[in-house]
T-cell receptor
């Protein structure tokens, strides 16, 4: 059972470079989320999606863009990476309304911006 | 806006001691959902429990128990007879019931169980 898969697991970027993190889930979940985890800051919500083609901003959306063209995939893009975006990124998915179930998380993607 | 506060940044206990992790939340919703997650040193996030806002029953699962009190907006987590394997970061989270179902996490409590 794959569950939630994030790629890549590790990436080193130079300031100003762009990249995309891919999150794929095989549980037919409506809701998908991108979080970043930094020491002492917990998990902070970047963007999330309530279904195919619909996204919303979280607590720390600046510098990131997202797209959900297919229900199973949620992409997080960094157009011009900055050292402040060095973090561990987690993707999560869950069932929709009426379930309010737990989030299923990917293993995380460690991004370093030099 | 919703908020989750875990005031305890780090806790150290000696093995076999009981420990309680505090979680206080804020929300304007009347229906909401609370969660606890564990993040061991390996880094993955492990779901522990979910509680609905309309169900204030406390829950016990083995050495783990949860105390949900709407009157004080708290959802505390107690580990009885702690073990070294309990060493981890524990997160409390709040999910609203609106269309967007935003999920907000606290900053986490790092628990160290000393043998």
């Amino acid at each position: 059972n794959a569950g939630v898969t994030q790629t890549p697991k590790f990436r080193v970027l130079k300031t100003g470079q762009s990249m995309t993190l891919l999150c794929a889930q095989d549980m037919n979940h409506e809701y998908m989320y991108w979080y970043r985890q930094d020491p002492g800051m917990g998990l902070r919500l970047i963007h999330y999606s309530v279904g195919e083609g619909t996204t919303a901003k979280g607590e720390v959306p600046d510098g990131y863009n997202v797209s959900r063209l297919k229900k199973q995939n949620f992409l997080l893009g960094l157009e011009s990476a900055a050292p402040s975006q060095t973090s561990v990124y987690f993707c999560a998915s869950s069932h929709g309304q009426g379930w309010a179930g737990e989030l299923f998380f990917g293993e995380g993607s460690r991004l370093t911006v030099l | 806006a919703q908020k989750v506060t875990q005031a305890q940044t780090e806790i150290s206990v000696v093995e076999k001691e009981d420990v309680t992790l505090d979680c206080v939340y804020e929300t304007r919703d009347t229906t909401y959902y609370l969660f606890w997650y564990k993040q061991p040193p390996s880094g993955e996030l492990v779901f522990l429990i979910r509680r609905n806002s309309f169900d204030e029953q406390n829950e016990i699962s083995g050495r783990y128990s949860w105390n949900f009190q709407k009157s004080t907006s708290s959802f505390n987590f107690t580990i009885t007879a702690s073990q070294v394997v309990d060493s981890a970061v524990y997160f409390c989270a709040l999910r609203d019931s609106g269309g967007y179902q935003k999920v907000t996490f606290g900053t986490g409590t790092k628990l160290q169980v000393i043998p």
